[in-house]
């Protein structure tokens, strides 16, 4: 009863405050405006005063029990315009025909050589979600298993998907959605936007078998945070303890989550509702650098931080070219004109000074310092590893 007066309350001083701006701004002629500020202290008076981080238990950690299952299978793809398999040097893709054509009553002689150029072997893989129920649809990734070219305008034919117990639990058919796009030319000249041998068939798969999940043995169930944290782990028992009003929740470790729930299904069912909308305060991430060696991209956290150091940085480039020289003899001698190969050899190395680092406790002032080296993102790399091994840079460097 308090909590519903003080939101009468509440709804009444917001009310009063909107008639007195209202009031203030009787001699305006917009409308809108009088209407945007009554809506901006609604809300105001509505929102609850919580911490930036705070996030629910539900983002914080999964219900034990409560997971998906991985499906894959394997199966033909049929309708391409002559970018198939090469048979010839794809014989399990022959072998499929024959048992397909098999199963549907089609009886090849032996000996038979097929020569198809609109038939691809694939791979077909598929996410079961948990308490999926038969006759639910489910979305299929397609990719091509041979020497395909393209499988944009393909079918894929009745696949059964099986999971890791080598049960059937879903049966996957359907056009194939390629997201990429390509063209060839004559002299072997082509174009081409995204991967043209993967895509999806949206609803392409129906569920035929149940999945059993349960959610907790007995009068307990189990939350199980998405990251190691022993501070995470124990502000989510207090807040969960805080909030049911009992002591209900016990952390077993950085991970694990252990919290005393009814037996009965509906009440369970309720129970994990209220459970999962409980807001909790995340401890700080731990400082972290993410460099993708592939691409050379850098990614930091606002929590990083570097000490005063100084870095030199040049690069070394050395170029060896070859040239063919004529060696063409004296008119006068016995010697023949030959071609010989003239061998240079280049190195330059950029000539940089010695760059100093000063303590930078936030994001934006180490982003400063490093583009004032003038690195680009491939030297970001090696600059930021030897940062880390003299000490200076206060953040785990992770490596993709």
Known sequence: MKSKNLLFTGLITVKTMAKRIIFTHKKHKNMKTKLLITLSLFSLAMLQ?????AARVKDLANV????SNQ???????????GTGDQTTQTPFTTQSIISLLGQLGVNLPAGVSMQLKNVAAVSVTASLPAYAKPGQTLDVTVSSIGNAKNLRGGTLVMTPLKGADNNVYAVAQGSIVIPGAGATGAAGASVQINSLNAGRIPNGATVERLVSSSVGQGNYLDLELKETDFTTASRMVAAINQTLGQPQALAMDGRLVRVQAPTEPQARIDFLAQLENVVVTPSEASPKVVINARTGSVVMNQLVSVQPCAVAHGNLTITITAEPVVSQPNILAAGKTVVITKTLIDIKTDKTGLSLIPKSPTLNEIVKALNSMGANAQDLLAVLQAMKSAGALQADLEII
């Open 49 to 53: 005063s919580l911490p930036s981080n």
């Open 64 to 67: 034990a029990g409560v997971r």
């Open 71 to 81: 499906l894959v299978g394997y199966g033909l793809v049929v309708g391409l315009d």
